[in-house]
């Protein structure tokens, strides 16, 4: 069974203990000059690498789709990972109690995990905004959500629904992260894909900050919950800790 879980980063970084490197793999985003020679890069084959500083780590989505060939694909951040609790062994003789610690899943863990479940994702995030969209509309140009509901409402009414569900609730999987069987996520690329690429035609980015030019990752999160309520019914979650690592450089 092959399994790529990709490292997204734009700089150089140190893996965290515990990482099994045979699965795990630093991926490159973008287009600028190698940073380290040991990296991936997405910036070959059909890709859209030249789209990094709007799209963030969608871009390593959109190549891992096209040009990779697994069983099971991945997503994680330079400094998010997904971790499992662990206990150290007591020290014989000593009555040391035993200490928890977390290790980022390894292949076992992954493979175990996805012989009962569809997807690995993170702990779904709460806000204290009174919804998603209020947040959204506090934090970037809300006029992208109108532009995105629209496209939904055009191409997918089926998923009209699930999206009013998230607008209007407090609840979303952050951070684009996931591991999965890659048969189960290419039909989420296939459709968030339609969606951007439409949206991209019809927001102007001229007068935004390079932050909020980053429209298109902002908006990928919440439309990965839409996506996953969509089809709840078919697929089973199972949800890890995400540990942020600071100063991780």
Not at 40 to 46: A, S, T, W
Not at 130 to 155: C, L
Not at 213 to 234: A, D, I, M, P, Y
């Amino acid at each position: 069974m092959k399994i790529n879980i990709f490292i997204a980063t734009h700089k150089p970084f140190s893996l965290p203990k515990g990482l099994d490197q045979s699965i795990y793999r630093p991926f490159q985003v973008g287009v600028g000059p190698d940073i380290d020679p040991t990296y991936l890069r997405e910036n070959n084959g059909d890709n859209i690498a030249a789209k990094n500083p709007y799209y963030c780590e969608l871009t390593l989505l959109y190549y891992s789709w096209k040009n990779i060939s697994c069983d099971i694909l991945g997503l994680v951040h330079y400094r998010r990972y997904f971790y499992l609790k662990h206990k150290k062994k007591k020290i014989l003789g000593c009555n040391i109690p035993w200490r928890r610690f977390y290790l980022p899943l390894s292949k076992a863990e992954i493979v175990k995990i996805l012989s009962e479940y569809d997807i690995i994702l993170p702990k779904i995030s709460h806000i204290s905004n009174p919804s998603i969209k209020a947040q959204y509309q506090a934090d970037h140009h809300i006029q992208d959500w109108y532009i995105v509901k629209d496209i939904i409402k055009e191409r997918y009414p089926a998923y009209l629904p699930e999206f009013e569900q998230v607008e209007n609730g407090t609840t979303f999987y952050s951070c684009n992260m996931f591991i999965a069987q890659k048969s189960i996520v290419t039909p989420y690329f296939e459709w968030l894909f339609d969606i951007l690429f439409e949206a991209e035609k019809r927001i102007d980015l001229s007068t935004y900050s390079d932050y909020q030019k980053r429209v298109f990752g902002f908006l990928s999160e919440r439309l990965f919950t839409v996506w996953l309520l969509h089809h709840k019914n078919r697929l089973k979650y199972y949800e890890a800790e995400m540990k942020f690592i600071e100063n991780n450089h």
